[in-house]
Nanobody, 128 residues
Framework: VQLVESGGGSVQAGGSLRLSCTAS???????????MGWFRQAPGKEREAVAN???????TYADSVKGRFTISKDGSDTNWYLQMNSLQPEDTAMYYC????????????????????WGKGTLVTISS
C-alpha cells in the first residue's frame, strides 16, 4: 500500500488549505474497520496527530485543531481529506497521511502510534 499526499502550500494566517491523501494497492472491504488519519511535524518538534477517521465516518481531532480542521473520506477508504480553516503560523508543519487497514482501532488510541502505512508528507507553511 502506498499513500500520496497533495494540497500543501503557503497561505497567510486566517486562510484555508485542503489536503488530500490517496491510497493505492488497497482493496476495500465492506467488512473492514479501517483508520485513516493525518499527522504533522513542525520543525524541531515531535510528530503529533491531527485527526483520524474510521470507516464508519467517526472522526477524532486533536484539541489544537478542533473547530478549525475537518477530516473526511470517500466511500472506498482510499481517499481522505483534511480541510484546514483559520490557519495559524503554529500550524506550519509537514503533514503526513497515514492509515491502518483491517479490523483496527481508531480514535485517540491511534494518536500515539499504530498506523501501518505512511505518506511522504506535504508541506504547509502559514505566514503571519
Amino acid at each position: 500500500v502506498q499513500l500520496v499526499e497533495s494540497g500543501g502550500g503557503s497561505v497567510q494566517a486566517g486562510g484555508s488549505l485542503r489536503l488530500s491523501c490517496t491510497a493505492s494497492g488497497y482493496t476495500y472491504s465492506p467488512l473492514a474497520a479501517n483508520c485513516m488519519g493525518w499527522f504533522r511535524q513542525a520543525p524541531g518538534k515531535e510528530r503529533e496527530a491531527v485527526a483520524n477517521i474510521e470507516s464508519n465516518g467517526r472522526a477524532t481531532y486533536a484539541d489544537s485543531v478542533k473547530g478549525r480542521f475537518t477530516i473526511s473520506k470517500d466511500g472506498s477508504d482510499t481517499n481522505w481529506y483534511l480541510q484546514m480553516n483559520s490557519l495559524q503560523p503554529e500550524d506550519t508543519a509537514m503533514y503526513y497521511c497515514a492509515a491502518d487497514f483491517g479490523i483496527v482501532t481508531c480514535g485517540e488510541a491511534k494518536f500515539a502510534n499504530g498506523m501501518d502505512y505512511w505518506g511522504k508528507g506535504t508541506l504547509v507553511t502559514i505566514s503571519s
